[in-house]
Structures are given as C-alpha cells and as structure tokens.
Nanobody
Framework: QVQLVESGGGLVQAGGSLRLSCAAS????????MGWFRQAPGKERDFVAA????????YYADNMKGRFTISRDNGKNTVYLQMNSLRPEDTAVYYC????????????????WGQGTQVTVSS
C-alpha cells in the first residue's frame, strides 16, 4: 500500500500563505488520485481539494475555490496544497488522502491517509 507523509504546516497570520506537501512512497504514485481533507477541533473531517492521477483535473470545496490550489509532481511522488489568503477558520489538521480507483473527495474519501499536519491561522 502507499504511505503518505505530510509536511509544511505551521503558524501563520491571517492573510498569509502556506504550501503543504505530501510525499508518497511504497507504490507507483501516478496510480493514485490524491486529495486533501482537514479536521478542526470538535468537527468532522471535511474535503478540501482533490486531483486526478495525471493532474489534468482538480476539484475544490466551494469555500476553497480561488484561495487554495492543488497540484502534483509525479516525478517527485508529491502532491501539494498551496493555501493563500488564509483565515482563522482555516485552522485545522490537514490530511493527505489517496485512492487507486476514484477521485478522493466528499462524500467518499480514499483508502489511504497520512498522519496530518497542523495549520494554525492567527487573527
């Protein structure tokens, strides 16, 4: 199975930017569609963005469009989430998600998860 390791989280002021990375290993990365989800304290895990196997198609939750951009580099086995214009309500643990057979997005996330990376946006 594929292993996923997120990085790039941290503390940022409102209006700032962060780029999350998710490095995959263990299987052929291009065989997996990839996604990002997030979970704030006391809330359910929510879909953020997803990208197809080749990177030709991307999908976003409505409140992320225009601020977040998902991309992937199959040569580096890595998927990215560029987050701009961050808001305090974006504070959450962000999880990388992968699936061989479908685009991992709400309501059907993929089968494989990373351990998560914390993003905190201060006001």
């Amino acid at each position: 199975q594929v292993q996923l390791v997120e990085s790039g989280g941290g503390l940022v002021q409102a209006g700032g930017s962060l780029r999350l990375s998710c490095a995959a290993s263990g299987r052929t990365f291009s065989n997996y569609a990839m996604g990002w989800f997030r979970q704030a304290p006391g809330k359910e895990r929510d879909f953020v963005a997803a990208i197809s196997w080749s990177g030709s198609r991307s999908y976003y939750a409505d409140n992320m469009k225009g601020r977040f951009t998902i991309s992937r580099d199959n040569g580096k086995n890595t998927v990215y989430l560029q987050m701009n214009s961050l808001r305090p309500e974006d504070t959450a643990v962000y999880y990388c998600n992968a699936d061989r057979d479908k685009i991992p997005k709400s309501p059907t996330p993929g089968d494989y998860w990373g351990q998560g990376t914390q993003v905190t946006v201060s006001s």
